[in-house]
């Protein structure tokens, strides 16, 4: 083990939050201490209205401090704290809902892609429609 410098020795070091390093391959849009009970996504702040109608919530980073709509033009109030990602000047803005609400969406519109599928299907009651069937004899007499 180590021995702690003079002017170190103060720290505590048990309580050292775990660092992510500035340079490096690392997932950009990795959002940070996810809650699995919750299912999470990146929008647009056209499309942030329309997902808090929806039951959305902003997730929020503790460690942020600052009022994000300074110097820019926004069209909601988000809290300022609030996790962006600006990409190519485009704002995304980490949203998240409960996982049981997000499966409940999904299993709906699986349900409706199925029905629409089997709407397209035909219904082998009807018949079948442009079915041609040809039968003939070779070297028969009725042929000339």
Not at 25 to 37: G, K, S, V, Y
Request: aromatic letters at 10%.
């Amino acid at each position: 083990m180590a021995i702690p410098r003079k002017e170190t020795q103060h720290l505590d070091t048990e309580k050292r939050p775990t660092r992510i390093p500035i340079d490096g391959p690392r997932n950009l849009l990795e959002i940070p201490d996810q809650d699995p009970a919750y299912h999470y996504t990146w929008q647009t702040e056209g499309e942030v209205s329309r997902f808090l109608r929806a039951g959305y919530e902003f997730v929020t980073d503790p460690g942020f401090v600052g009022d994000p709509s300074v110097n820019k033009s926004s069209r909601f109030g988000a809290p300022g704290n609030v996790l962006i990602f600006s990409y190519k000047t485009t704002p995304l803005y980490a949203l998240r809902i409960r996982a049981e609400w997000y499966d409940e969406d999904t299993a709906s519109a699986e349900q409706k892609r199925k029905e629409q599928e089997a709407a397209m299907q035909p219904d082998p009651a009807q018949g079948e429609y442009g079915k041609v069937k040809i039968e003939s004899k070779l070297g028969s007499k009725d042929q000339k």
